[in-house]
């Protein structure tokens, strides 16, 4: 698999938290795995006393590197449009634009094989999980160049919405049926132990004890292989490449 690439797009740093254990998996196997980030996360932090602004971005920035490294990816591609406010078409009528072309300059450089992002639901409902995810459909349904039809959707899982927040619960109509996830890619424990370091990396989003727990939760529901929906037809059963 050597000559294969692997391009996952996020929102945010975490983001990758519900496939982490299938990316060290591959990079394991000689994959080349990146990761591409489309905000800055200045917006977002559950677990830190830093304001929302640079200095938080400039940490998440850090915390996405440390995950690449425990997963044994490629560092981070930071696109750094601005956080929560990918759909602010009112103030920025061009930034959807502007994304979507910085977007395809980079998957048309990296020309991966697969691809791997949220689904239509954002996995947690997110506005800008949603809208990466249809800015990269979007891309492959337009034949972009360097933009495979081989494409992915992440979800999380009912297990680490309760593991998440417990008093919480998994929202109301998100999460997709189980008969989309035709795609199982399993994993060893090894990996598993990276995406549990990887997701520890996020300081500023999760205490030790939420890392743990979705972790378990998330090695729960994956035992029979972690589940991914195909965009489109003809992917392969337990590999994304095949």
């Known amino acids: 698999m050597a000559s294969k690439t692997l391009v996952t797009v996020w929102a945010h740093a975490d983001d990758e938290t519900p496939v982490a254990p299938i990316l060290a998996r591959y990079a394991r196997e000689g994959v080349q795995v990146y990761t591409i980030l489309a905000t800055d996360g200045a917006q977002g932090g559950t677990n830190t006393s830093i304001a929302r602004g640079p200095e938080l971005a400039r940490v998440r920035g850090d915390e996405a590197r440390c995950a690449s490294e425990a997963l044994g990816i490629h560092p981070p591609i930071l696109l750094g449009f601005p956080d929560a406010a990918l ?82 619960g998994v929202p109301p109509f998100l999460l997709p049926q189980p008969k989309y996830f035709s795609t199982h890619v399993p994993f060893t424990a090894a990996d598993a132990g990276a995406a549990q370091r990887a997701m520890a990396c996020h300081k500023t989003q999760y205490s030790e004890d939420v890392v743990q727990r979705v972790s378990d939760a998330m090695a729960s529901a994956s035992r029979e292989g972690l589940p991914l929906a195909p965009a489109f037809s003809g992917a392969g059963a337990n590999d994304l490449f095949r």
């Open 87 to 168: 759909g602010n078409y009112a103030a920025d009528p061009s930034l959807l634009y502007r994304f979507t072309q910085r977007l395809q300059e980079e998957l048309q450089r990296l020309r991966p094989d697969a691809v791997i992002t949220w689904g239509p639901d954002g996995g947690t409902g997110h506005a800008d999980h949603r809208i990466v995810s249809t800015v990269v459909t979007q891309l492959v349904r337009a034949g972009a160049p360097g933009v495979p039809e081989r494409l992915f959707y992440a979800s999380f899982p009912a297990e680490g919405f309760r593991a998440l927040n417990p008093a919480r």
